[in-house]
């Protein structure tokens, strides 16, 4: 083949060269043993594993590959695993989402880089997924998402326990003074008991979830447990398709258009899902291209019910829905919303894939008619308190603070609710609204999961569960609580959160969708001009990204990264 001809198989620009550059491609892949014939033309598929034991969620992942490999060998396919930055959500800091675009980055570029025709993308935890498919959509091959599934069901003392959500449940317990330390310690081992991700309807069941519902996995994928044989058989399923799909290349952008996001929007409400795929969505949306606002969160998904009781918002864990039917039964109950011509990666229509999802259990998962919660989806809030949007989840609220006005007790920044929370003395009670600042994408950096601010303990002792909670922080998938989230723009951009001072007054009105704090413009501007932006980051990352992220309305993704550069890469690379 002459050099100087396009092929057509993208990996052909590597393999299909004669000269120098054509041995430089091939001949130190010969060295994992290859024989000359893989180089024929046949599709290449790469394997993008974010397998790493700092991510314990995504441990299962040297063998979920293996299963890939098997179905891409079976359909004619010559498979190329690589490694990607990992993002265990539990370990870093000072949050894995100050990680999810330079995650992405490395995906982008892995790809751009390679001989890769078409992509599997290994995703778990709570980053994982966004930062996959985020970079994978600014290359937009033909790709196929598998996500690792949900490990099994906690279980102390014969109780369930759901992951992150009896953590909170458990350490409010432990300050309030009814669970020792010491049986506090000994229910770790009991919630992970096993390799997979949280499995509660947490944010990385949500994003798996979100997968499935966009159309970029086949079907069941949101639910089979990390340890189910047939999340291996789903594996080597996907291998052999990601083939097919190359060759009939059906890229990411064929199936990410918008009537997918809002597939996935309605999806989240009628799961009970995480705030987060609100900011994670957005950003994949603008990679793409895609219009898509926080607006349409509201707009497409809040009037839609919570069919599905999982914690946090209801009773069961993700094993129990696989058992139930998983996504399919789901989104076969709120067919009626959904636009079924939808394609999907397996090249039948979301409609085709669900027509004939069963239920196994109504009361994991509800019947539309009689929902777990109604109207549960994202309401997005507006007012001079968040000019650019915030976000609740009313589900996980208590519906008697959904309308509620109160005395704001402030808290500077983490350090300062860490400092305080626990004193007697603080002046704080059932009405009062907490507010926690300098925690959004510029303020933490990274917008850390810290939204849901622990109560008081002479609150709790009182036997107070819930309080408003107003931050531009995000929340864990597994929280819950009537907690205002993604204030935007943030307090460290000089957001009107960065002015609200002890004893002001607040109203929070989910149903009008209002947050409004109630001081006069005139005493607003004053305090504006006093304010002073918080020192940034000298170097590194932290100052690449605190230079660049946009606020949470935006998806927080970097600005420079929003769009794709496409496969096209020219330059060898000798
Ligand atoms: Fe990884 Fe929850 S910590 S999924």
């Given at each position: 083949m002459s050099a100087a001809r396009k092929p057509a198989r993208r990996s052909q620009q590597w393999f299909?060269?004669?000269?120098k550059q054509g041995f430089y491609y091939r001949s130190w892949l010969k060295?994992?043993?290859?024989?000359?014939?893989?180089?024929?033309?046949?599709p290449v598929i790469g394997i993008c594993n974010t397998w790493s034991e700092l991510t314990p969620c995504n441990s299962s992942f040297r063998e979920l590959a293996e299963h890939v490999k098997r179905g891409v060998y079976e359909a004619g396919g010559f498979p190329l695993e690589f490694p990607v930055m990992s993002l265990g959500e539990t370990q870093m800091r000072p949050t894995a989402m100050l990680f999810r675009n330079l995650a992405s980055m490395d995906v982008e570029e892995s790809i751009r880089a390679n001989p890769i025709d078409g992509v599997v993308l290994l995703m778990g935890c709570d980053k994982t997924t966004p930062a996959l498919l985020m970079g994978a959509a600014s290359v937009d091959l033909p790709a196929i998402g598998v996500s690792g599934g949900p490990s099994l069901s906690g279980n102390w003392r014969g109780r369930p326990v759901g992951s992150g959500t009896g953590v909170i449940e458990m350490s409010e317990m432990v300050r309030a003074g009814t669970l020792t330390q010491e049986e506090f310690t000994e229910a770790e081992a009991c919630m992970q008991?096993?390799?997979?991700?949280?499995?509660?309807?947490?944010t990385a069941s949500t994003m798996a979830s979100m997968v499935e519902a966009l159309g970029m996995s086949l079907p069941e994928n949101a639910a089979i447990p990390a340890v189910d044989s047939r999340r291996f058989r789903l594996a080597h399923l996907s291998g052999r398709r990601i083939v097919e799909m190359v060759r009939e290349d059906l890229r990411m952008s064929k199936v990410l258009t918008r009537e997918a996001f809002a597939n996935a929007i309605r999806a989240n409400a009628a799961i009970g899902g995480s705030t987060n795929a609100v900011i994670h969505l957005l950003a994949i949306a603008g990679r793409l291209g895609v219009?898509?606002?926080?607006e349409d969160w509201d707009a497409i998904g809040s009037r839609l019910p919570c069919l599905v009781n999982l914690k946090p918002s209801g009773e069961y864990l993700m094993e129990d829905f696989y058992y139930a039917g998983g996504l399919p039964a789901v989104l076969r109950e709120i067919s009626a919303h959904l636009d079924l011509d939808a394609m999907t990666v397996n090249g039948r229509s979301l409609g085709e894939n669900i027509a004939d999802a069963p239920c196994w259990n109504r009361d994991v998962i509800r019947p539309l008619d009689q929902p777990?919660?109604?109207?549960?989806g994202i309401a997005v809030l507006r007012g001079n308190l968040a000019p650019d949007g915030a976000v609740v989840k009313p589900s996980a609220a208590s519906p008697h603070l959904l309308k509620h006005r109160g005395r704001a007790v402030v808290f500077e920044g983490i350090g300062d609710l860490k400092a305080r929370i626990d004193d007697e003395s603080l002046d704080i009670d059932e009405h009062s609204i907490m507010v926690l600042k300098h925690c959004g994408p510029r303020g933490y950096p990274g917008m850390a999961e810290v939204g849901n601010m622990p109560l008081p303990p002479k609150l709790l002792r009182r036997g107070v569960t819930d309080l408003v909670r107003i931050s531009d922080a995000r929340m864990s998938g597994t929280a819950y609580g009537t907690v205002v989230l993604h204030v935007s723009p943030e307090a460290a951009a000089g957001?009107?959160?960065?002015l609200v001072r002890e004893g002001d007054m607040i109203e929070l009105d989910v149903p009008g969708r209002r947050l409004h704090l109630d001081v006069p413009e005139a005493e607003l501007e004053r305090r504006r001009a006093e304010w002073v932006p918080p020192p940034a980051p000298a170097r590194g990352w932290s100052k690449l990204y605190v230079d660049h992220v946009q606020q949470a309305h935006l998806g927080a993704d970097l600005d420079f990264l929003v769009g794709g550069s496409g496969d096209d890469v020219a330059g060898d690379s000798h």
């Open positions: 299909g060269r004669d000269g060295g994992l043993g290859l024989p000359h014939e893989m180089f024929d033309g046949r008991r096993s390799k997979g991700s949280c499995m509660t309807m947490g219009p898509l606002t926080l777990l919660r109604p109207e549960a957001g009107p959160l960065a």
